[in-house]
């Protein structure tokens, strides 16, 4: 018999993951803020909850996945949140990116309750979401992940249990210094072949199966050289994930110099309205400061 899941939080990643998990034959709950957002998972079987309370109320494990810190706190500790209705021995999997220490003390005020907690992240955009292919680094008690496989196995392909509550969001962290590390010497690579002159169809061809090939340039050079900037990750959501990144740095006294840039390039994109525009955006940080526009005829 599967357990009974609860998912709350159906945006941009959510909707994927809980349609993958109704799939895989789990009896599922689910809520969002917007209820609209909820509908075409209930016409395909999925029940619809009241509350994140009344989510947990009806469920083994819940998941979580909304925007950021104070949501996360919200929807779980919250007034009608999962604390309030959850059963001593459910388990909660926030798949949300949110702050490590915030993250210990919500586990920490549901052990009180006798629920337990793992913390874990997503990468690998809506794309991913959908097709059920998401990279997932979890953190917490070994014996609930074992527990939560099966969950994390309907939503992605690589799960890795990456230590105790609290290191999932540090490896995701990790994870996005990295994605706009690469994302910023792909449109710089973009923005010199432009104004070099060279095809940049010819360009990406040339490079991308070499050894500066990687995700982001297998998946985001097309779009921006057909000036297509539908997100598969947003701007805003790549600067909220930024800002905690540099949040954990300062408390680790670690220096991430390339990171901090790569930060206030994506504020400039955000102070020009841009913040829904994919993460691949940043190429018009540069164009800005070169006069350069990548794609142009």
Known sequence: MKERIGFIGLGIM?????????????????WNRTTSRADELVAAGAARGASPAD???????????????????????????VIQGAKAGALVIDCSTVSPQATREIAAALAEKGVHMLDAPVSGGSEGAVKGTLSIMAGGDAAQFERALPVFQAMGKAVTHVGTIGAGQTVKLANQ??????????????????????DLQKTYDAVS???????????????????????DFTIDLQLKDLRLVLEAADNLGVPLPGTSL????????????????????????????????????
Request: charged share 15%; hydrophobic share 50%.
């Open 262 to 297: 790569i930060f206030q390039l994506y504020r400039t994109l955000a102070a020009q309205s841009l913040g829904s525009d994919g993460n691949h955006a940043l190429v018009k940080a540069l164009e800005h400061l070169s006069g350069v526009e990548v794609g142009a005829a």
């Open 209 to 231: 199966q070499g050894a500066a090939g990687s995700w982001m340039l297998t998946n985001r050079a097309p779009q921006i050289m057909a000036r297509d900037w539908r997100p």
């Open 55 to 81: 989510v947990a109320a009806h469920s083994d494990i819940i998941v979580t996945c909304v925007s950021d810190t104070p949501d996360v706190q919200a929807v779980i500790l919250g007034e009608a949140g």
């Open 177 to 198: 210094v990295l994605v706009v590390g690469n994302c910023l010497a792909m449109c710089e690579a973009l923005l010199l072949a432009q104004a070099g002159g060279v």
């Open 14 to 30: 959510g909707r994927g993951m809980a349609a993958n998990l109704l799939k895989a034959g789990f009896p599922l709950r689910v």
